[in-house]
């Protein structure tokens, strides 16, 4: 029961597993491929709130010295971490969308299927075009 | 003195600097200049690296003076001074490469710009293969992943399959990334560091750790990802074939080779295998996939009829020869491991080289189709090509033979023979799918006249650059291997 207990004081440590598990859920999952960023997105946004848990220490406030000998810092360095990796995030999301928009251009579709068929399709055509030259 | 005693930064530093120079250029022809100029410093930078680790062993780099575990420390030691090298020198000569097939695949306004991410795409690879901190190496990972995406793409003028590739690649790779930070942040709740020489010291005051394991899993996860380790290799095959033939040469020579070896460092340098998980994990997950790879990758190749993706298919197999030489988990095995990496990066750099330029000169894609006789009207390029597709099967007086020997070696010293049998018949297979490009091409008459292009002098110079480094380390192999023996001496201890 005290396990139990334990398990429900850190509730932020089960967002991040739902978040987590339903970003990956989305990637697998949908068809369309924005919404595939958008899974990778709330898949990444797991992590980021993963390592800010990390940092925080009950209590503990912002790491600025306050000349009173016994105050409770929390630890800055997972923050600062994450904040490269929001950054790296957006970057990824951002070339993840503009390959979206040149896919749309080239293929006149975002959808899994259709795309693959269509891919299937180029390579059919490749080969029949062989096969006439030949 | 200034130069030499901050060789490490200055390695990432001035092709990121040149990169963001590139972009804003009006012509292909300086951008490239300006690119070439930028990967010989470096090249001239990592010879001197070489220098400086082999009188000193170990040479760490801390950045801005803040010394590690606080600060960023790039760390060079015996295990990857040659690796800097290698990427070093294949960036070189890419890069000539790049010169004259890059014009007939990507749009001429577009040039400048291709080089600069071609530049963005170096930097984050000496940066890769030389940084001790586990989070920014996190940071060159997709600096590295997002600017390869990027040179993938830009196939796309030539093939719209191009762009799903890419896009592929994108989602699994920050799927991997993703992976790595998990095991990164795990790490350091368990430790409280990131630097990897501190995380070995914490661990050992620490024992074994459940957060530590956990945190190690998702790592390897994630960099198998990034090396193309068989069951997560699928972006692979895809990505190469569509990319534009300078950048499939670039990427399958290096970028992959980069996260085998930091693959290699996590798995031998930073765990302290106090309840053998390392070992189990060796032998019970590496071993298989790596065999399984070798026989996938080795099979697929021989039903393939596109040659780009038939070598990409053949890389995923040559990766299992070096993931399976790491799982003998000796000495010798992984010495033998970064000898193949050595080599098989010159193989394939050079095979990509010669199918390129195989398929500007027939003005299509390059497969046992389209390259009925071409052998006969391109004997230049076709020696170099053949030549190295020797190399890859293991002909002695070639790089490969010097890989397959010290490859046995390791397992003779295992005393286990049914691993013998794999490496020999995965050969002897390999040997049919390059037979079969060798007839198409040598043998058949063409079904109708062919109208070739004259191959370029700057292509074929690259091509044989590469070919003969592939000759002479396979009859002078003592560079290679005393490389292989410092990098396991590194990472395990010296025996």
């Given at each position: ?10 509730w932020n440590y089960i967002v991040v597993i739902m978040l987590m598990m339903a970003g990956l859920y989305i990637i697998i ?106 | ?102 014009k007939h695949e990507i749009a001429v306004e577009d040039l400048p710009k291709a080089y600069a991410v071609w530049l963005l ?375």
């Open positions: 029961m005290s396990s139990l207990y334990s398990v429900l004081l850190n999952s949908n068809q369309n491929f924005i919404k595939k960023l958008v899974g990778l997105s709330i898949f990444q946004s797991s992590v980021f709130i993963f390592y800010i848990s990390l940092g925080k220490v009950s209590g503990g406030t912002a790491p600025i010295l306050t000349g009173v000998s016994d105050t409770v810092y929390s630890n800055p360095l997972p923050h600062v971490l994450i904040l490269t990796a929001i950054v790296v995030g957006v970057a990824t999301n951002a070339l993840g969308l503009a390959l979206v928009v040149r896919i749309h251009e080239a293929f006149d579709s975002i959808e899994e299927k259709k795309l693959l068929a269509l891919k299937i399709e180029d390579g059919h055509q490749e080969n029949e075009q062989k096969d006439n030259k030949l | 003195m200034l130069i030499l005693n901050n060789i490490p930064a200055l390695l990432v530093a001035i092709p990121l600097l040149a990169s963001a120079v590139v972009s804003v250029l009006p012509s292909a022809r300086i951008a490239w200049g300006v690119a070439f100029v930028t990967t010989l410093c470096c090249l001239y930078m990592a010879f001197e690296l070489t220098e400086i680790v082999s009188a000193s062993l170990t040479l760490s780099y801390a950045f801005g003076g803040w010394e590690p575990p606080w600060g960023i420390a790039f760390v060079v030691d015996g295990a990857n001074v040659h690796l800097v090298l290698l990427v070093a020198f294949i960036s070189v000569i890419a890069t000539v490469y790049a010169l004259s097939t890059l795409t170096i930097a984050s690879l000496f940066g890769l293969s030389m940084t001790g901190d586990a989070f920014n190496l996190f940071v060159f990972l997709e600096i590295s992943a997002l600017s390869s995406i990027t040179l993938i793409a830009l196939g796309a003028g030539q093939d719209r399959r191009a762009l799903l590739a890419a896009y592929n690649y994108l989602i699994i790779g920050a799927i991997g990334a993703t992976f790595y930070v998990i095991g990164v942040g795990y790490l350091y709740a368990a430790t409280g560091t990131l630097n990897l020489l501190d995380i070995i010291k914490r661990l050992n005051e620490i024992g074994t750790n459940q957060a530590a394991v956990t945190g190690l899993a998702f790592m390897l996860a994630g960099i198998m990802v990034k090396a193309g380790v068989f069951p997560v290799h699928i972006w692979l095959p895809a990505a190469y074939s569509f990319a534009p033939s300078a950048v499939s040469s670039l990427l399958s020579a290096i970028a992959t080779k980069v996260a085998i070896y930091y693959l290699a460092r996590i798995l031998f340098g930073i765990f302290i295998d106090t309840t053998h998980l390392i070992d189990l994990f060796l032998l019970f997950v590496l071993m298989p996939v790596s065999v399984i790879a070798i026989f996938y990758g080795t099979i697929a190749a021989i039903y393939q009829i596109d040659i780009k993706r038939l070598f990409a298919l053949s890389s995923i197999a040559q990766i299992g020869y070096i993931t399976f030489a790491f799982s003998i988990n000796t000495h010798s095995g992984i010495s033998a491991g970064f000898i193949h990496l050595i080599n098989h990066a010159l193989i394939k750099g050079a095979l990509f080289m010669a199918v390129g330029i195989f398929a500007i000169g027939i003005g299509q894609r390059a497969t046992m189709n389209s390259l009925r006789g071409v052998g006969r009207q391109m004997p230049i390029t076709f020696t170099g090509f053949v030549i190295a597709g020797l190399a890859l099967i293991g002909v002695p007086l070639t790089a490969g033979f010097i890989s397959k020997l010290y490859l046995f070696k390791a397992i003779f010293e295992t005393g286990n023979g049914i691993y013998v049998a794999v490496i020999a018949v995965s050969s002897a297979l390999s040997v049919i799918y390059l037979w079969k490009i060798f007839e198409v091409m040598w043998l058949q008459e063409p079904l109708q006249p062919l109208k070739i292009e004259k191959e370029s002098v700057v292509a074929c110079v690259s091509l044989w650059l590469l070919v003969f480094t592939i000759i002479t380390f396979g009859i002078y192999s003592a560079g290679v291997s005393s490389y292989g023996m410092n990098a396991a001496n590194a990472l395990i201890g010296v025996r």
